[in-house]
């Protein structure tokens, strides 16, 4: 939690509030809240060691009246006290939440059309972030740099991951992409198929709707011309 104070004048006093869980059953946890001007840190309490320490001349001496005054002492004891009660209301709902990631294999073209094209593995909107996405060469991992990874988070509290490969598979080599989460009771294996590019897919997509089209609308044509016919 931050606090924001703005005089007239164009200066401004920020506080910084930070609960930080040191250990998974929130036994140990640490209040750190700093202090600044302008953006500048003047000082910071920190609840491992009990005092505020500044870090500006004018911030040391307010560090130290603050901490030998035992009524901010007992306040910043309270705010410790909280930190742990809305840990315990809180972290377990973040730590059980568990979200399957949605996997997709794909090949793109390089930038300035360069060849071979590259291969895209993706995964969309899982969580925790902890995820490995690796290529596999006829099912044995590769363990060179050809692959590059781009992770992100989606602002909405799940993430994506997108590992880009330049390889070119020899006559007869399999290339894989292997996914493993939390979510999985073991990692998911997607195969490439390089018989069928994703643009001739959406060809025979197209084809096969007008294919289906084409029938209907033959089938229509013949029952008119057989009720005309029986008229």
Not at 44 to 65: D, R
Not at 91 to 120: E, F, M, T
Not at 144 to 165: C, F, K, R, V
Request: charged content about 20%; hydrophobic content about 40%.
């Amino acid at each position: 939690m931050m606090l924001l104070f703005f005089s007239p004048d164009g200066y401004h006093v920020s506080i910084l509030f930070q609960c930080t869980y040191i250990s998974l059953d929130l036994s140990d946890v640490e209040l750190i809240i700093s202090t600044s001007f302008n953006k500048a840190v003047q000082m910071q309490f920190n609840s491992t060691l009990g005092k505020y320490i500044g870090f500006t001349e004018i911030g040391m001496k307010l560090a130290h009246l603050s901490s030998n005054n035992n009524k901010i002492l007992s306040h910043l004891n309270n705010l410790l006290h909280k930190c742990k009660h809305y840990g315990e209301i809180g972290y377990p709902a973040i730590v059980n939440k568990l979200v399957q990631p949605k996997i997709k294999l794909r090949s793109v073209k390089q930038v300035g059309g360069r060849n071979p094209a590259a291969l895209v593995c993706s995964a969309f909107d899982f969580y925790p972030d902890q995820i490995k996405v690796s290529w596999l060469i006829d099912g044995k991992e590769m363990t060179t740099d050809a692959a590059s990874i781009e992770e992100m988070a989606n602002g909405d509290w799940y993430y994506q991951i997108h590992s880009h490969l330049e390889y070119t598979a020899k006559s007869g080599e399999k290339i894989s992409c292997m996914v493993e989460h939390g979510t999985f009771n073991k990692p998911v294996i997607i195969d490439w198929d390089p018989s069928i590019s994703e643009t001739d897919r959406n060809k025979i997509s197209i084809g096969a709707f007008g294919l289906v089209l084409g029938v209907i609308t033959a089938a229509a044509g013949f029952m008119y011309y057989k009720k005309k016919s029986a008229d």
